[in-house]
């Protein structure tokens, strides 16, 4: 069972680093893509920032120039950072992977995985 572990998170004062280090685990086939995304009550869980397996990095409208993302593609780990955080950028951040699978009993089919998410803050 594949498994998506974030630490990192917690209170971040403005002009202080965030590092957000997404860690697998478990069987992984192969990856199609790893991302962060982020969510705040009430509102829908939206994209910061998306690795693609053979395409330029994607980032969210609010995170170009300000969040930036790498992943180490042989021990699929994802990191985030930033040094650039406002307090609108308070919001639990998830780890995302997206991958293409075959075992014998269902065939090939793309599987995604969640993690459960860090708290991130960052006071006014």
């Known amino acids: 069972q594949v498994q998506l572990t974030e630490s990192g998170g917690g209170l971040v004062h403005p002009g202080e680093i965030l590092t957000l280090v997404c860690r697998t685990s478990?069987?992984?086939?192969?990856?199609?893509?790893m991302a962060w995304y982020r969510q705040t009550p009430g509102r829908q869980r939206e994209l910061v920032a998306r690795?693609?397996?053979?395409?330029?990095?994607e980032y969210g409208d609010f995170a170009k120039d300000r969040f930036f993302c790498n992943r180490d593609t042989h021990r699929n780990i994802l990191v985030l950072e930033s040094s650039d955080l406002r307090s609108d950028d308070t919001a639990v951040y998830y780890c995302?992977?997206?991958?293409?699978?075959?075992?014998?009993?269902?065939?090939?089919?793309?599987?995604?995985?969640w993690g459960k998410g860090t708290q991130v803050t960052v006071p006014s």
């Open positions: 995302f992977l997206r991958e293409r699978r075959w075992d014998s009993d269902k065939g090939g089919r793309i599987v995604e995985y």
């Open positions: 478990g069987n992984i086939h192969q990856v199609e893509n």
């Open positions: 690795v693609n397996n053979g395409a330029p990095t």
